[in-house]
C-alpha cells in the first residue's frame, strides 16, 4: 500500500502535514537561502544541485530566493553554467531550470569586509516581501573565514522579522581546543537553535532510520543490550585513494575525516537510550548522553593504517598514499582507523563498539552491524553461528537479520540464512532523497534532528583528542597496507581479540535474483 | 550452501546428518511391510513416497517392499494402481523396475494367525531376511488394529534385527478410545517401537521451529509473555468435503486438525528448550507443555459449520449438510477456533489461538507470534504490532512484520517486513513431502517428529471434555459462508483475547532484481 509510487502533490501534500503539521510554519511565508562561497566546489557540486532538486520536485515554500554570496565577481548565469554539469536536469525540465534561477540572484563581495555585508543584506531587503522573509545561511566556506563571516553575517544580515538560520560545514576544528573556540564564537552571535551543523551521515535513509527501526519494534527491545549483544561494529570503507587531493585530506587524517563525526554520529544512535520524544532536543540529549559515557580512545585500542601502492594494481591501485604529489613527504596521517570504544553505562557496559573506517580498501561499504551473544546451553552440537543484524547504509540500503535456519529439505542441521529487507527490491518505485536533500529540508522545517548540536561535537572530539594529540607529537607510523586489500591484519586481529567473531562461513544470497 | 548438490552429495551428507553416531549400519538388510497394500493410503501415498525414497538413494541399499493385503493381488496390480501417484520421470523406467523388482505381495486375512505366520515365512525367504529389520506400515482401518497389531506380535517379528510398527490416525476418538489403543499396543511393543504419524511433524517448517528458537539469540529474549501479546496456529482449506463428508462427520474439524496438527505446532512454539535434539528430551517438554494446558471450555471456542454460498461456483454452492454422505442434521463442526492459555512462567496469560477450518477463503497453514505494543511510544500510536510468521503452506516463508521509517523526506514509521520466502532464498533446493522425511525417520530410528503415547493421552485429555459436551448437547455449530472467513464470532473472540488486526498491512512482492 505505502510503497505505491504517490504523485507529486500526494507526496508534497503528506510531507507537508508530516512535517509542518503543529509548527509554526507557515507555507505561505517568504524565505532566502543565502549560499555564502556560491562559487567554490560545495555549492557548485552539492548545494546549488541540492536546491535545484527540491525545487524542481515542489518540497520548498513556494516564496522562495536564492542569493550566492563570494568573492570572484560572477553572474547567475556563470553559476548555472559551473552547477549544470552536476543538476541531473531532464530534457523536459528546461522551462522549471529557468524558473528556479530566475529566483536566483548573486552578489560578490569580500568576507572580512563589513561593507560587503552591508551590501548583501540590502540586497535581501530589497528582494520581494525580502525585510519579512526568513533567511538561511549557509556556509560554503574554508574554516579560515568563517569567524570573519559570521561576525559580518550577524552584525549587518540577519532579519528582524523572520527567523535566521545558519548552516555550517565540517570542519568543525580540529581538536577539542579549536572546536570549542569556534563554538564559543558561534554562540557568542547566534542561539543554539539557530546553528545548523551538517553531518551529512545524518542525511542518510538508513541512519534516520534507526530511531524506528530500535524504538518502533517491540521484537528489538529486549535484546538490544549488553545482555544479547557481543559487539557492535560500524564500518565506513571506500574502495579509492586520495587520487591527487591529498594535501588536503593530510591536514585531517581518517579519524577526523570520517571516525570522529559520521561513525561517531551512528553508534550514537545505536547506543542511545530512548529519548522521551522525537523532538530535537530529546534525541540529542540522549545522544550526548551516549558520548559522555565513552572514555577517551586509549592508544591501545586503536590501529592505525596507511595505504601503499599494489604493485600488481591497476592505475591508482600501483600509488600509495605518499605517491600522492600533494602529501607531505613522509607524512604520518593515516588513512584506515580501526577503534574499539566502551560505552561505560548500565546498557552498554563491557559490549565493544569496533569503529572501522579507511581508503583504498576492497570496497565500498558503510553498514552497521550487531552481533548477538552465543545461545546459551546449545544443543545443536557448535553448528550455530552468532546472529547479527546489518543495516547497510551504502551501496544499496538493506536490513538483514543473519540467523540460522534448518537446512532446508531432509536435513535437520541449522544453517546459516538471513531475514531480509533489501530496499531496491522492496522499494523499487520509491526515490530515495539525497542525504543534502532531507537537511536542507529540515532546516527550512526548523528540524535539528539530524543535526549536531554544540555539546555532542565537544563529547566528540573529547574522546579523539588525546589519541589525535598523541600520534601527532609521536609521530606514530602507521602500518602499511596494501591498496584494495581489506586493512592492516592488525585490525582484524583487534576485532578479534575485543570478541567479534568472524567465522567466514556465511555467504549472502540475493534472494531477488531473477 | 545453497547450491544444488549432486545426488552423491547429497547423500553423503545426508548420511553424515542422519546416520552418524548411530547403530545404524547402511548395509543392514530391511523389509518395509505394507499392511493394507490395496487401499487408498498405501496407493496414494505409501507407494509413491517409497518410490521417492528409493529413486533419490536415501533409503538403505538392501531394502524389500512387501505389500499385505486381504485382496488377491500381484505386484504389477499395485504397480498399476500407484503409478498415477509416483510421478515417474521419463528417464527413471529402468529405475521403476529395480523398484518394484524389489516388491513382494501376501494376501491373506486381518485376524487369521495362519496368514500371518505364511507373511513371517515370506519375510525370511527374502534374501538374509532373517537378519533384516522389519518395518511395519499399517494402512488400515481402525477397526482392524487390534488384531493385525497382534498376530504381527506374535507371528511376524524378526528375531535378529530390530521391528518398528508405524501407525495413523485415528488414535482413538476420545481419551478413553485412545487409551484404550495406547494400552493395546503397549502391550505389545515397545514406545521405542511405535511411531504415530502426524504428517505436520514432517512438514518443513514445523521442522525448523526447534532451530528457529533455539539457534537463534536474537529470539531468546522475546519468546516469552513478557514480548509475546498472543500466538495464533491456523490451518485453512478452501475446500467442502465433496462428497467425502461421511468419514469426516464421524470425527469433525476438531479431531482432524486441531487436537493433532495444530496443538502439535503449538507444542513445539511453547516448549522450554530441551536437554538435547535427542526425540525423547524433546517430547518430553512437549509433554510439558501439555500437561499446563487445562481442558478447553465452550466459552473460549467458536464452532462453525458451512454453508453453501449461492452467488458461489460449482462446489462453493454447497453446504456441508449438501453432502450426501453427511447425516442429516449433523452438527458436527466444520470449523473451530479454540483459545487455550498455558499456564506455565514463560506464557501464563498468553492467548494461544488455534484456528482451523474448511471452506474458507483461502488455503494457508501458519503460526504467527504478534508481539506487545512498544511501551513507551514516542511515534504518536503510529506503529502497529511486530508479528513473527512461519508460513507453512503454502509458499514456506519466515517473515518478521515490523517497523521502519517510511523511506524518502518522511519520518513516520511505516510497516515493512524482514523476509525469508523459501520460494525465492532456495530456489534450487527441493522440499521433500512430510511423508518422505517420517518415513527416512523411521529407518533411522528417529522418533522425534513421531506422536508419544503420553503426548496423545495429554492431547486428548484437553478436548475430550469439549468433545463429549458438543456431542451430548448437540451443540449446533454457527454457520458461515462457504469461501468466507468463517464465523465473525471467531474474529471477535480472537480479539476478546487480545489478537489486534490492524488490516493496514499488505505483503509486498519484492521485486526481482
Not at chain 1, 548545494?47 to 554570496?69: K, S
Not at chain 2, 505389545?188 to 537463534?216: A, P, S
Not at chain 2, 482432524?256 to 517430547?283: F, G, W, Y
Request: aromatic content about 12%; proline content about 5%; hydrophobic content about 35%.
Amino acid at each position: 500500500m505505502a510503497s505505491l509510487p504517490l504523485s507529486r502533490s500526494e507526496v508534497f501534500g503528506q510531507l507537508r502535514k508530516e512535517l509542518y503539521d503543529d509548527r509554526e510554519f507557515h507555507q505561505a511565508d517568504t524565505h532566502t537561502f543565502i549560499i555564502l562561497g556560491a562559487s567554490g566546489d560545495l555549492a557548485r557540486k552539492k548545494i546549488y544541485p541540492t536546491l535545484w532538486w527540491l525545487f524542481r520536485d515542489g518540497l520548498l515554500p513556494e516564496e522562495t530566493y536564492f542569493v550566492g554570496f563570494a568573492r570572484s565577481n560572477l553572474t547567475v548565469e556563470a553559476i548555472r553554467s559551473a552547477c549544470l554539469p552536476y543538476m541531473k536536469v531532464a530534457d523536459s525540465e528546461s522551462k522549471q531550470l529557468s524558473a528556479f534561477f530566475s529566483r536566483n540572484t548573486y552578489l560578490s563581495g569580500k568576507y572580512g569586509d563589513a561593507e560587503s555585508f552591508l551590501k548583501l543584506g540590502s540586497h535581501l531587503d530589497a528582494l520581494p516581501s525580502g525585510s519579512e522573509a526568513n533567511r538561511l545561511f549557509y556556509l560554503a566556506l574554508p574554516p579560515s573565514v568563517y569567524q570573519d563571516v559570521t561576525k559580518n553575517i550577524r552584525h549587518h544580515c540577519i532579519t528582524r522579522k523572520g527567523w535566521n538560520r545558519v548552516i555550517v560545514e565540517k570542519p568543525f576544528g580540529r581538536d577539542l581546543q579549536t572546536s570549542e573556540e569556534l563554538s564559543i564564537h558561534l554562540s557568542s552571535l547566534f542561539t543554539e537553535d539557530q546553528i545548523y551543523r551538517i553531518d551529512h551521515y545524518l542525511g542518510k535513509e538508513m541512519v534516520q532510520n534507526l530511531m524506528v527501526l530500535r524504538f518502533g519494534n517491540r521484537i528489538f527491545g529486549p535484546i538490544w543490550n549488553r545482555e544479547s549483544i557481543a559487539c557492535v561494529v560500524l564500518t565506513f570503507k571506500e574502495p579509492f585513494g586520495t587520487q591527487g587531493r591529498g594535501g588536503y585530506f593530510d591536514d585531517f587524517g581518517i579519524i577526523r575525516d570520517v571516525m570522529q563525526n559520521h561513525l561517531l554520529q551512528m553508534l550514537s544512535l545505536v547506543a542511545m537510550e530512548k529519548p522521551a520524544s522525537t523532538s530535537s532536543d530529546d534525541v540529542r540529549d540522549e545522544k550526548v548522553k551516549v558520548l559522555k559515557s565513552i572514555t577517551p580512545v586509549s592508544v591501545s585500542n586503536v590501529v592505525l593504517g596507511q595505504y601503499v601502492g599494489d604493485p600488481e594494481g591497476k592505475g591508482d591501485a600501483k600509488l600509495g598514499y605518499l605517491d600522492d604529489p600533494t602529501v607531505p613527504k613522509g607524512s604520518c596521517t593515516p588513512t584506515f582507523a580501526t577503534a574499539v570504544l566502551y560505552v561505560h553505562n548500565e546498557r552498554w557496559d563491557g559490549v565493544p563498539f569496533v569503529l572501522r573506517c579507511g581508503k583504498a580498501l576492497n570496497e565500498r561499504k558503510a553498514e552497521l552491524r550487531l552481533q548477538f551473544t552465543d545461545v546459551p546451553g546449545d544443543i545443536f552440537n557448535s553448528q550455530c553461528r552468532r546472529n547479527e543484524l546489518v543495516v547497510r547504509v551504502q551501496p544499496d540500503e538493506a536490513i538483514y537479520a543473519k540467523m540460522m535456519s534448518k537446512k532446508p529439505g531432509v536435513y535437520f542441521s541449522p544453517e546459516e540464512t538471513e531475514l531480509d529487507l533489501t530496499y531496491r527490491s522492496r522499494y523499487r518505485d520509491v526515490k530515495l532523497p539525497d542525504a543534502y536533500e532531507r537537511l536542507i529540508l529540515d532546516v527550512f522545517c526548523g528540524s535539528q534532528m539530524h543535526f549536531v548540536r554544540s555539546d555532542e561535537l565537544r563529547e566528540a572530539w573529547r574522546i579523539f583528542t588525546p589519541l589525535l594529540h598523541h600520534i601527532e607529537k609521536e609521530k606514530t607510523p602507521p602500518i602499511p597496507y596494501t591498496y584494495g586489500s581489506r586493512g592492516p591484519a592488525e585490525a582484524d586481529q583487534l576485532m578479534k581479540q575485543v570478541g567479534f567473531r568472524y567465522e567466514g562461513t556465511y555467504k549472502w544470497v540475493n534472494p531477488h535474483a531473477v | 550452501m545453497s547450491l544444488p548438490l549432486s545426488r552423491s552429495e547429497v547423500f553423503g551428507q545426508l548420511r553424515k546428518d542422519l546416520y552418524d553416531d548411530e547403530e545404524f549400519h547402511q548395509t543392514d538388510v530391511h523389509i518395509f511391510i505394507i499392511m493394507g497394500a490395496s487401499g487408498d493410503l498405501a496407493k496414494k501415498k505409501i507407494y509413491p513416497t517409497l518410490w521417492w525414497l528409493f529413486r533419490d538413494g536415501l533409503l538403505p541399499e538392501d531394502t524389500y517392499f512387501v505389500g499385505f493385503a486381504r485382496s488377491d493381488l500381484t505386484v504389477d496390480a499395485i504397480r498399476a494402481a500407484c503409478l498415477p501417484h509416483m510421478k515417474v520421470g521419463e528417464s527413471e523406467a529402468e529405475r521403476v523396475d529395480a523398484f518394484f523388482k524389489r516388491n513382494f505381495y501376501v494376501s491373506g486375512k486381518y485376524d487369521d494367525d495362519a496368514s500371518f505366520t505364511k507373511l513371517h515365512e515370506y519375510l525370511l525367504g527374502l534374501p538374509s531376511g532373517s537378519e533384516a529389520n522389519r518395518l511395519f506400515y499399517l494402512a488400515l482401518p481402525p477397526s482392524v488394529y487390534h488384531n493385525v497389531t497382534k498376530n504381527i506380535r506374535n507371528h511376524c517379528m524378526a528375531t535378529k534385527g530390530w521391528n518398528r510398527v508405524i501407525v495413523e490416525k485415528p488414535f482413538g476418538h476420545d481419551l478413553q478410545s485412545s487409551e484404550d489403543l495406547s494400552n493395546h499396543l503397549s502391550s505389545l511393543f515397545t514406545e521405542d517401537q511405535i511411531y504415530r504419524i502426524d504428517h505436520y511433524l514432517g512438514k518443513e517448517m514445523v521442522q525448523n521451529l526447534m532451530v528457529l528458537r533455539f539457534g537463534n539469540r536474537i529470539f531468546g529474549p522475546i519468546w516469552n509473555r513478557d514480548s509475546i501479546a498472543s500466538v495464533v496456529l491456523t490451518f485453512k482449506e478452501p475446500f467442502g468435503t465433496q462428497g467425502r463428508g461421511g468419514y469426516f462427520d464421524e470425527f469433525g474439524i476438531i479431531r482432524d486438525v486441531m487436537q493433532n496438527h495444530l496443538l502439535q505446532m503449538l507444542c513445539l512454539v511453547a516448549m522450554e528448550k530441551p536437554a538435547s535434539t535427542s526425540s525423547d528430551d524433546v517430547r518430553d517438554e512437549k509433554v510439558k507443555v501439555l500437561k499446563c494446558i487445562s481442558p478447553l471450555t465452550l466459552d473460549n471456542a467458536v464452532l462453525g459449520q458451512y454453508v453453501g454460498n449461492p452467488e458461489g461456483e460449482g462446489d462453493a454452492k454447497l453446504s456441508y449438510l449438501d453432502d450426501p454422505t453427511v447425516p442429516k442434521g449433523s452438527t458436527t463442526a466444520t470449523f473451530a477456533t479454540a483459545v487455550i492459555y498455558v499456564n506455565n512462567e514463560r506464557w501464563d496469560g498468553v492467548p494461544f489461538i488455534l484456528r482451523c477450518g474448511k471452506a474458507l477463503n483461502e488455503r494457508k497453514a501458519e503460526v504467527r507470534l504478534q508481539f506487545k505494543d512498544v511501551p513507551g511510544d514516542i511515534f504518536g500510536s503510529q506503529c502497529r504490532r511486530n508479528e513473527l510468521v512461519v508460513r507453512v503452506q503454502p509458499n514456506e516463508a519466515i517473515y518478521a512484520k515490523m517497523m521502519t521509517k517510511k523511506p524518502g523526506v518522511y519520518f513516520s514509521p511505516e510497516e515493512t517486513e524482514l523476509d525469508l520466502t523459501y520460494g525465492s532464498r532456495y530456489k534450487d533446493v527441493k522440499l521433500p513431502d512430510a511423508y518422505e522425511r517420517l518415513i527416512l525417520d523411521v529407518f533411522c530410528g528417529s522418533q522425534m517428529h513421531f506422536v508419544r503415547s503420553d503426548e496423545l493421552r495429554e492431547a486428548w485429555r484437553i478436548f475430550t471434555p469439549l468433545l463429549h459436551q458438543v456431542e451430548k448437547e448437540k451443540t449446533p455449530p454457527i454457520k458461515y459462508t462457504y469461501g468466507s472467513r468463517g464465523p465473525p464470532e471467531a474474529d471477535e473472540l480472537l480479539q476478546r483475547v487480545g489478537f489486534r488486526y490492524a488490516g493496514t498491512y499488505k505483503w509486498v512482492e519484492p521485486h526481482r532484481l
